[in-house]
């Protein structure tokens, strides 16, 4: 059952565990209003555990280099916790992270299923 997640007024989502993932839902902005928020809500959730992280952004509005950057660290901080964290992107997130290269860094994925059948294939 997914639980709702407050981050700001202009960033929502919800939140489900699973055995060996968590996926969040978000809707909204992720801009530099947003960021630090929604990095550490994020951060405190790896620290809880479980470490594979997926991050549901297809209905995500707009994301600028503020929330590029916290996407990162996010990415980094699974990664050290020896998890993963994948994205699920929308033409718009994916075309921002692709200015940057960093498509394959953060693991765009098509969509939740693909993500989950990454999960169970490691």
Avoid: H, W
Avoid at 69 to 80: E, S
Avoid at 101 to 119: G, K, W
């Amino acid at each position: 059952m997914p639980e709702p997640l407050t981050l700001t007024v202009s960033l929502r989502g919800t939140r489900e565990v699973g055995n060996d993932y968590q996926l969040f839902r978000l809707t909204g902005l992720l801009d530099a209003f947003s960021e630090a928020t929604f990095r550490k809500a994020i951060s405190k959730c790896i620290d809880e555990g479980p470490t594979n992280i997926i991050l549901d952004l297809s209905k995500i509005d707009f994301v600028d280099s503020s929330g590029l950057g916290a996407l990162v660290q996010l990415v980094k901080k699974a990664q050290t916790a020896e998890g993963t964290l994948q994205i699920v992107s929308n033409p718009r997130v994916t075309q921002t992270v692709k200015l940057v290269r960093l498509e394959q860094f953060l693991s765009l994925q098509p969509s939740v299923d693909a993500a989950l059948e990454n999960i169970k294939s490691t």
